[in-house]
Each structure stands twice: as structure tokens, then as C-alpha cells.
């Protein structure tokens, strides 16, 4: 360990990974269109003027509630589907499991190719809803494995316990599984929210004409004025996704120490 | 309370596993107060037997019966029954009191009147004070107690208990044994007790049933048990038995005619021998304490044979010794209390064994 090499590139990995996230704040209040060094001075117009942007806005608008859906419809899903994984044995098990775990490794092109096909082909207008439905899709499996964990390691006498203390199915499942699962679904509820929050592929495809926050960016790209305030847009979701981790865990770490659970890792 | 009257009633009680058939007609009584328990070895449908009780289990034929009234499509959290789970299945993310007041929530009573309950009935596991601590805190003893208080309260007309002194250390085991017969007592529930350790068993139970692959191969209280087993098998269970080969000369007037190797020919009660008849070589039982070591000048009060002590294994109060005794192949072993001014014997003596047929038990 005490090798100065292996500290080098430690430090190279860190830089390559994080010195272009820190290019976009610097960037984003600098007076100038080009992305280069000399900086030139500090200005706040970028930030005005991507709160100006109404397109902008729309994007924004329609990811959130994009990413919101996914993040809120694949957990349930996954809660549903690593539920049964864990508790049930039924035919076709492996199979079922392999299937749904499939998007994993499908490559998204496919999928967003795919399921323009069929809605076009069944006559479904393309809008954020069809957005919703492609990312559900790619962010289940993601849930589910996060989520099978979560429920694998809880006890299934617990959920017995509370039944046979004169509990129904359901309310066994309000007062004793789900708080106890509750930092598997944060977890869960985080990853398909950053999932969706990025994708492009599917957005691009299923999307009809309503821009996500990814497809407005691309298309900006274009344009080397819009830059700078893209750059404004950048550091302002790199903000919300701190913050957001930063609740993510907070709660869950708050769910680990409440049951004297081992911490197993998160994310921060 | 009739201690007589039936709580529990099993009816040819059978439960498959898809192919695997684990209960393989269970017929049983357990009595109103009394405390039972289901003793045999890993695998043998003892938790199965239990959940079939408490209802987390369906069966495939036969029926349960709990306080005269079939169980058959009454669902776990409508029977009388409480359980207290191997891993005590306590609540990790409330408290002590919420733990123990779960069972409350649908009751219809005051805060004031359920809190009031709560302290009972940690009070009565000797938790006093520990309602508001957090209950993944607790240790393994306390978290036993704490189920035990949870399982309690709603008054059951019967508590279950998957081995729930087994995840705890020897000390703190049998001291939870000599309070949960107290406690039973005290509640007079009937309490059914799944347990692999034959002692256990024999401490604490009015009855056990011991349960081979599925079946129950004898049900007694703990003397019969003991001193009485009905098959090799269980003779070998429960306990230490020395089984030695026999013939059965004769039967007649409630008396058997025995012959054995080295024992010479004697005769024993028809009690004495366990139940059906299976045929081909009998062999008869001791157990260790019904064999005695004499010293110098002492007389038998029955029989004696000699023999010479091939091993001695000291254990503080007691000494055991392996002894081959003139004309029987196997050693058999005796163990003897150790009394102050009589010495433990050294391997290779030789020494005379006191026996009595009416102390043994015959197996044909
Ligand atoms: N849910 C189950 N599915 C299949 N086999 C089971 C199940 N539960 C128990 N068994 C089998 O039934 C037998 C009896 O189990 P159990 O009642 O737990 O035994 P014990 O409590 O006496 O150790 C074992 O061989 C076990 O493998
Ligand atoms: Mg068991």
C-alpha cells in the first residue's frame, strides 16, 4: 500500500472522474461563450437566463414527473416481484426471474426500438406517459435486485409474529415489512429515479414532441451559445442530486440505526 | 381448571411437503394446563407439528382440534393459540413496550389500561423498567423474555414454543427452564414446547411425545419415559441405555422368562417389556445408574455378576466406567455417584456388579 504509484493513480481516477463535474460550476459563472481558460469574469446571466427558457422548463417539468412516476411504479413493482422471489416457490420460478431481470443486459436501442414499434403499431400517441412506461421498464430489474436484498435478509418469523398476534395479511405488512425494508426502497426509489433522470435513448424515442431534460441538452448541444448555459443547468443538477443522496441516506442509515440492522452499504 | 380435559386434539394428522411426507398420522391429546413437549430429533416434523397448531401450517388430511372446536379454515391470527418463535421474531424497529403491547393494538381498551398490561406482563418476565428501551438492543435472555411477555399477554389458551431456550448458553438455558415451569405455573396456559434436547424435555414437561420421521413413537410423562421406553429407539433418545442380547424363554401368569449372556437365566414383569413383539433377536435394557459398582464387603441386593473396568471417565459428582462383565460381549456402562471416602476405581480392576431384573427393560 505504501507503493506511490498505486497513490497516482488513485488520484488520476479521482480527477478523471470528478475534474469535469467541478469544470461545470466554474464554467457556469463565467462571463464569457467559450469554454476556455483565461476565465474571464463572473456573471449570473446563464442562470437567468436558463430560468427564463421556457422549452427548459418544460424539460425539466417533464422529467421530474418522468422520473418521479419511474422512480415510485419500479419499486412498487420491484417490492411486488422480490416479495414473491423471496417468500414463494412456485413452477417456473427461475425462469419468471431470469425473464424479468432480462433488461438488464438488453441493450436500451433495442428496447426503445422495439416499444415505438408496438405502441405506433397498437396506435398509443407517443407523450410522457410512453416515456414512463419504457423506463419502467429498464429500471425494474435494478429494483428488484436491490430489493430482493432488502427482503432477503428480513426474517420471515417477523411477518408470522405479527400475524399470529391477531394481524391481518395487510397490516402485518404496513407495521412490520415495509419499515423494515424501508432503506432497500429509498435505495431503490433513488436508483430509478437517477436511471430515468439520464436515460436519452428511450426519451428520445418515446417522447413524441415533449423534450426530457436529456433530449433538450442534446439538442442544444448544437448551438455553441446555449453552452454556457448548459453548463448553469449542469451544476444545478449536480446540487439537487447531492442533496437528494444526501436525504436518501440520512433516512436510511436513520432506518439502519432505528433496527440495529449491520450497515450492508449505500451510497454515500 | 380441569387439567384432564383436552386442549389440543390431533386426528390421524398428515402433511405432505409436495412428495415429502413429513407428519405421517398424528393422533394425540394434549391436556388442558398441562405442559407438553414435542422432543425428537432435526428433521422429525416437530416445528411442522407445531405450526400446524399455530396455523402458519395447512394439513393434508386428518384434523386439529383446539378446545373442542376443529381448526380447519381458521387462520392463524383468529386461534387461541401464541407463539413464541426460535428466533424470538422481536420487532427490531420498536421498542420493548411496543414489542409486548403489539398483540393490544385491536383491542378495544384505554392507552392507559393497555400500558398498565404492557408493565404486567414484563413485570411478570422480569423486564420491570425496560419498556422504552429499543428492542434490537436487547440481549438473546432478554429478548426470550420479551417474547414470551408479547405472546403472554393476549392470554392464550395455548403457548407455543419452538426451542426457545436453544440459541442461549448453558447457564442462562437452565436457568430459563426452572422459570418457565414457574411461569406456566403461574398462568396455568397449556404450553406446548418443541424441543431436541432430552433433557430439556424431561425437566420441564407433565408429558412429551417423542416424534421419529414424522410419527410419534411414544407419549408419557417423563418417569415412564425414562424408566419405561417402549422401542430401542427411543431407549437410545432419551438418556443412556446399555442393551445387552437376550432370548425369551417362557410367558405365562404376567411373568417373562428371560435368558441373557453372562446374566444367567432370571424372569421379569410382563410391564417390563416394551409392547409388540417384532420378532427375531430380543435384547434386554439397563440404564447406567441401575447398575452398581460394590466395594469390598458390600452385598447386592439382587444379583451380582463380575467384570473388570475397561474405561472410567470422572466427572466431578459422578464417575462413569465402562465394565466387561464375565460372558457379555459388550462393555456396559455404569455410572456411580462420587461419595466422599470411596475411591474412583482405576481401569483393569476387578470388581462385582449389582443388578436387578426389575430394572430393566425388555425389547423383543
Ligand atoms: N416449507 C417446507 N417445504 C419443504 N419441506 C419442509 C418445509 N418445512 C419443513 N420441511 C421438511 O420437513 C421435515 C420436518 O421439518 P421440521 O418440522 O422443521 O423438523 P424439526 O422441527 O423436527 O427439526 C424436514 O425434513 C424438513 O426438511
Ligand atoms: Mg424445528
Redesign the pocket.
Known sequence: MKLPSLRIYAFAYLAFLYAPILLLPIFAFNDGTIIAFPLKGFTLDWFSQMFANDTLGRAVRNSMIIAGSTAVLATAFGIFAARAGTRF?FPGKGPIMGLIMLPLVLPEIMIGGSLLLVLLAIGIELSILTVILGHVLIATPYTIAILNTAFASLDRSLEEAAYDLGEGKLSTFRLITLPLVLPGIISSMLIAFTISLDEFIIAFFLAGNEPTLPTYIFSQLRFPKQIPMIMALGTCLVLLSIILLTIAEYVRRRGLKKTGAKDTGGFL | MNTRAPMIEFQDVHKY??E?H?LRGITATIRAGEFFS?L????????????TIAGF?GISSGAVLIDGKSMENVPANKRPTNMVFQSYAIFPHLTVAQNVGFGLRRDARSKAEKDKLVEEALEMVGLKGYGPRAAHAMSGGQRQRVALARALILKPKVLLL??PLSALDKKIREQMQVELIKLQREVGITFVL?T?DQEEALVMSDRIAV?FE?EIAQLADPETLYRRPNSRRVADFIGVMNFLPASVTGEANGHIQVEAAGLGAFEIEAAQASAAPAGGQASIGFRPETLTILYEGQTPLDRETPGTIEEVVYYGDMTYYDVKLDGVDVPVRISMRNVFGRPVLDIGTRTRVAWSPGALVLFR
Open positions: 416457490s | 411437503y409436495g415429502y413429513a414435542l425428537g430429533p432435526s428433521g422429525c416434523g416437530k416445528t411442522t407439528l407445531l405450526r401450517e419452538d426451542e418443541v431436541h416424534m414424522g
